[in-house]
């Protein structure tokens, strides 16, 4: 059996067997048909790329005065106060931009049981979006393990790691050491018990007890040198995974490039920095269509603070509300200053996908992870069973699919909505490169 069909079979146990999936299909082919069309348009709609690539081919990124210079008159103005800490107390922007508003977001965000994100509107997507890291870190773990000799260590920084949600995903990986930062401190300390739970079980397995070890950052990754922090500060990483967090890093550029030093410096020529984040692209081409500042639907909604139709390279704001699980300032990325910036710290691009187009090259080799990590909902549904859609147009998709196929059967799909949620977001993979010296000390790498 392969290593990736391991990882597959194993996760499949931790997740609770679907009843009665073995007649479904699984299928997200009219939504992302839909999704098809709509990437098209914005495929034509290339100006916000055009504006800023002007942009960036002006100030090289490491020339950071004129910026700073700006944000100081920025941090003068009157923090927006829309959050509040347990005792009450108004968290806003401060010296420090949003980092505190995003920390205090995060640190307020309850620990919910299985049984209570079950009920969430959006479980499905929320299942789907692991689906997709599970695959991913799959992939590159695969790929890191296939050029090292049998049993050679293998070590992971889970930057912005937030509870620990990755944590399972690792141990399936069967790595050797982990290291877990975030800024979030109350996020962190949940990541911390779910270990400790998690190497409790495995110490009660029948093999017992072979888990990997690790070691956690409580900081700012955008502002901290994380290598300064870890036990062991000469230490090679194999893999860097970022999910769903290297957005908020593009509130400035000295942020951007301290969390892309973070995540390249400890990488191994030949090791990976993978992510995913919303893609700015189809934010901005989204905002455009509805020629307004806010859009959305039942399970999401954008707020646009700045110019769309001429955002700036870094701080282009925007406050996204993805039914009650993130609610707090996030930063358009511009992929070409991200992949300008990578090349500075020794990172070549691979690759950047949006998820519909992942899932569709991974949806044969994931299948049975996709079913049992309920990652799509059924249609039509069992009986008893409400959808989670209930806007008029949720499944039209899928019963459209069924007339077209002739089929009297059962399929898997997302409602609508969480798919125009979805498809927003796209994953990226950059390589370690190796490198060579210059006389000042400085690697040298040819990218
Ligand atoms: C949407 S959550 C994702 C958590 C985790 N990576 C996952 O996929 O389940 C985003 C996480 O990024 C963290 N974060 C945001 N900005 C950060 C920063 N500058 N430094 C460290 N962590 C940050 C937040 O605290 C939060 O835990």
């Known amino acids: 059996m392969s ?17 009665n999936t073995d007649d479904l299909e699984q299928t997200l082919v009219l939504a992302a048909q839909d999704a098809d069309a709509r990437s098209n348009e914005l495929q034509t709609d290339t100006s916000y790329r055009e504006e800023v690539e002007e942009e960036v081919a002006q100030p090289e990124p490491q020339s950071t005065s004129s910026y700073k210079a ?62 997709i890291k599970s ?10 393990k296939d050029g090292k000799k049998h049993n050679a260590p293998v070590r992971v920084l889970d930057m912005c790691c937030g509870k620990g949600g990755d944590l399972l995903k690792w141990r399936k990986g069967n790595i050797t050491h982990l290291i877990c930062s975030d800024i979030a401190s109350v996020s962190l300390d949940q990541c911390r018990s779910r270990y400790n739970d998690m190497k409790e079980r495995s110490s009660r397995e029948r093999n017992g007890g072979n888990i990997y070890s690790i070691e956690y950052i409580a900081g700012d990754c955008s502002r901290v040198r994380l290598r300064e922090k870890y036990t062991d500060p000469s230490m090679k990483l194999d893999l860097v995974s970022c999910q769903f967090a290297f957005h908020y890093s593009f509130e ?14 400890c990488l191994q020529p030949g090791g ?7 893609d700015a692209n189809d934010l901005i081409a989204r905002a455009r269509r509805a020629d307004a500042n806010t859009f959305g639907n039942d399970v999401y909604q954008v707020h646009f603070d700045c110019d769309v139709n001429k955002p700036p390279l870094f701080g282009a704001k925007y406050n996204f509300h993805l039914d009650g699980v993130v609610d707090c300032p996030e930063f358009l990325v511009h992929f070409p200053t991200l992949i300008k910036l990578a090349r500075k710290y020794g990172l070549k691009f691979v690759k ?25 909902e059924t249609y039509p549904p069992y009986d008893n069973t409400p959808l989670l859609g209930t806007d008029p147009g949720d499944y039209i998709h899928a019963e459209e699919f069924l007339k077209k196929e002739g089929k009297n059967g059962k399929i898997g799909t997302l409602s609508k909505s969480e798919w125009e949620a979805s498809s927003l977001y796209m994953l990226f993979v950059f390589e370690k490169v190796k490198n060579t010296w210059n006389t000042d000390g400085t690697p040298v790498y040819d990218i």
């Open 3 to 19: 290593s990736s069909a391991t990882l597959i079979s194993q996760d499949v146990e931790d997740y609770n067997e679907s009843e």
């Open 70 to 131: 700006k944000r100081k008159h920025e941090d003068e103005e009157p923090a927006p106060k829309h959050l509040k800490t347990n005792e009450g107390q108004a968290v806003g922007r401060t010296s420090e931009g949003y980092a505190k508003v995003v920390a205090t977001h995060y640190n307020l965000l309850e620990e919910k049981g299985l049984d209570e994100r079950s009920k969430s509107r959006i479980v499905y997507m929320r299942n789907f979006h692991n689906w």
């Open 135 to 144: 695959m991913l870190i799959n992939e590159y773990l695969t790929k890191i």
């Open 252 to 265: 400035s550029l000295p942020q951007a490039e301290c969390m892309i030093r973070n995540a390249s410096e």
């Open 272 to 278: 990976f920095f993978i992510g995913t984040i919303p």
């Open 352 to 376: 950047k996908e949006k998820f519909y187009d992942y899932y569709e090259q991974m949806k044969n080799e994931g299948r049975q992870l996709l079913i049992n990590m309920k990652s799509l």
